[in-house]
């Protein structure tokens, strides 16, 4: 079972940029593609972000497009999620996820999991 480990969460104020970084290890982390879901309190998980397994094909969540970029550095084992005109909306805990087949917007669709990374923006 592959292990993953995001980082780079905080508190930002309103308008700023946070660096998450998802690190997986094991030697198959460039066959898979990889998501991003985020849980604020009291709300259901929902997707943010996906890239396929060679970094060509990307999507989000309507409301962090132009904002978030996915990205992943397979010699690396790492994707990132770059977070730029933060809102208090965005506060969660932010997941990274490995694909497993079906739709990239389902949480079902992934198999494993991160710990998560706190999120925080203040207005």
């Known amino acids: 079972q592959v292990q993953l480990v995001e980082s780079g969460g905080g508190l930002v104020q309103a308008g700023g940029s946070l660096r998450l970084s998802c690190t997986a290890s094991?030697?198959?982390?460039?066959?898979?593609?990889m998501g991003w879901f985020r849980q604020a309190p009291g709300k259901e998980g929902s997707f943010v972000a996906a890239?396929?397994?060679?970094?060509?094909?990307?999507d989000y969540r309507e409301s962090v497009k132009g904002r978030f970029t996915i990205s992943r550095d397979n010699a690396k084992n790492t994707v990132y999620l770059q977070m730029s005109s933060l809102r208090p909306e965005d506060a969660a805990v932010y997941y990274c996820?490995?694909?497993?087949?079906?739709?990239?917007?389902?949480?079902?669709?992934?198999?494993?999991w991160g710990q998560g990374t706190q999120v925080t923006v203040s207005s």
């Open positions: 996820a490995r694909f497993k087949g079906g739709s990239w917007f389902s949480g079902e669709s992934y198999d494993s």
């Open positions: 890239i396929n397994w060679n970094g060509s094909t990307k």
């Open positions: 094991g030697r198959t982390f460039s066959n898979y593609d």
